[in-house]
């Protein structure tokens, strides 16, 4: 695993995608880590996965190779 790919919001478990379907289909996931905060909320709360992580940012360990395995599928396409 590159450094580049620990870095995004892809593998924070705040960040779904498969429940936002709609979303999922045009490349954005949903951050949920700011969803219980009465100060902070994100005025749009969905992102693409490849944007660098924040402060709410939680390792997702137990999807973390089902993550990178999809992360990399991605990457792939994109190069064409």
């Known amino acids: 695993m590159t450094e580049e790919i620990k870095d995004i919001c892809a593998l924070c478990k705040h960040f779904k995608m498969k429940e936002y379907p709609a979303y999922a289909a045009v490349g954005l996931g949903r951050c949920m880590g700011y969803e219980n905060d009465p100060i902070t909320k994100l005025a749009n709360p969905y ?16 999807g973390t190779a089902k993550r990178i395995e999809w992360i990399e599928k991605q990457r792939a396409k994109q190069k064409g």
Do not use: N
């Open 47 to 62: 992102i693409p996965p490849s944007k660098k992580k924040c402060v709410r940012f939680v390792q997702d360990w137990a």
